[in-house]
């Protein structure tokens, strides 16, 4: 199966499958255009939690630039 969402819509998905807290979801730092790859198992429970992305070196340094946005705002 393929979903395609983005901002809040993709925070909303990530917080279902993994079961995040409130708190769990603020903390998240989604890349932008970085695909991720949520393996789901017969009962729709991740395999890895968080998921995986296919380029993990590119998305590390995405994740941290939507942080530092995140953190710019806050200030």
Same mark, same amino acid.
């Given at each position: 199966?393929? $979903? $395609?969402?983005?901002g809040d819509a993709l925070r909303v998905l990530i917080a279902l499958l993994d079961r995040l807290t409130e708190q769990g979801v603020?903390?998240?730092?989604?890349?932008?255009?970085?695909?991720?790859?949520? +393996?789901? &198992?017969? @009962?729709?429970?991740? +395999? $890895?939690? +968080?998921?995986?992305?296919? &380029?993990?070196?590119?998305?590390?340094?995405?994740?941290?630039? $939507?942080?530092? @946005?995140?953190?710019?705002?806050? &200030?």
């Amino acid at each position: 199966m393929l $979903v $395609v969402a983005y901002g809040d819509a993709l925070r909303v998905l990530i917080a279902l499958l993994d079961r995040l807290t409130e708190q769990g979801v603020e903390d998240l730092n989604i890349p932008i255009g970085a695909p991720l790859c949520h +393996g789901l &198992d017969r @009962e729709l429970r991740p +395999g $890895v939690r +968080g998921g995986g992305c296919l &380029d993990p070196k590119s998305a590390r340094s995405a994740a941290a630039t $939507v942080a530092a @946005e995140g953190q710019a705002r806050t &200030d």
